[in-house]
Every structure is written in structure tokens, then in C-alpha cells.
């Protein structure tokens, strides 16, 4: 527990706003995307991954640029792309099987709720993978 609370205060506010802010930004682009093709007729696995695809590649720019940037340089790469696209694959893979399996739950436009709650939940978890492992 201690490892964890030091590491958490290591975490800057500025860091903290900017990944809001952009992952906001996502967050819309990536909604708006997913419901768009699924009311369009794709089926949601697909949808769910050209939303996230889209967002991420946005995503990666923005948080490298800014959000987790040094002061007077900015954290991107190939080796840093590297870790996000892996962090990316297995945060696609959990979104996907639970959009999924909200379809198959409760079919009909529920999908549109759970696709918004789906996403913040993953993006708390994503911060840390984003700071800790892809542009650290």
C-alpha cells in the first residue's frame, strides 16, 4: 500500500487535467464514431474497434505532446508506440468483449449507455498504464 500511495503523489494535478481533458476529447470522438457505424448497421465489435482506433491514434499524439510530455520535449517514438499499441490491444480487447457482451445481454440501444460507462472505467485504469508503462 505504501509503494502505491507514493506513486499516486508522484501523479502532477497538470497531468491529471490534461488527461481529462484530452481523453474527454476521445471519449467523444470515439462515441460519437461507434454510434454512428452501429446505428449505420456495422455490427458493435467492429464499430467499438474503428471508435477506439480513431481515439487512440488522437490520443497518443495528444498525451505524448502534452499531457506526459518534459519540460521542453515531448514522449513519442517508436518505442513508446510500441508500448501504447500493446497497451491499446488489450484495453480494445476488454472494451470489445464487454460491449459485446452488453449486446447479447440487452439488445437494443442499452449498447449506447454501457459504451460511455465502459469507456471512463477503462480510462482510470488507462491513466496508469499510460504513465507507468507507455511513456515513462
Known amino acids: 500500500m505504501d509503494a502505491l500511495q507514493k506513486r499516486w503523489q508522484r501523479v502532477p494535478f497538470r497531468e491529471v487535467l490534461t488527461y481529462l481533458l484530452i481523453g474527454g476529447t476521445q ?3 470515439d462515441w460519437a464514431l461507434f454510434s454512428l457505424l ?3 448497421g ?3 465489435s ?3 474497434l474503428l471508435g477506439r482506433a480513431t481515439a487512440a491514434l488522437l490520443g497518443f499524439y495528444l498525451n505524448g505532446r502534452f499531457t506526459f510530455a518534459e519540460p521542453g520535449g515531448q514522449k ?3 518505442a513508446r508506440f510500441g508500448r501504447f499499441v500493446l ?3 488489450l484495453m480494445t480487447v476488454l472494451s470489445t468483449v464487454l460491449v459485446q457482451a452488453v449486446v447479447w445481454l440487452w439488445p437494443g440501444p442499452m449498447v449506447y449507455l454501457a459504451k460511455p460507462a465502459i469507456e471512463i472505467l477503462l480510462a482510470f485504469l488507462n491513466f496508469f498504464v499510460l504513465k ?3 511513456y515513462r
Open 87 to 89: 497497451a491499446w490491444i
Open 42 to 44: 456495422m455490427p458493435a
Open 76 to 78: 513519442l517514438g517508436g
Open 27 to 29: 471519449f467523444v470522438l
Open 46 to 48: 467492429p464499430a467499438n
Open 132 to 134: 507507468w508503462f507507455v
Open 38 to 40: 452501429h446505428w449505420l
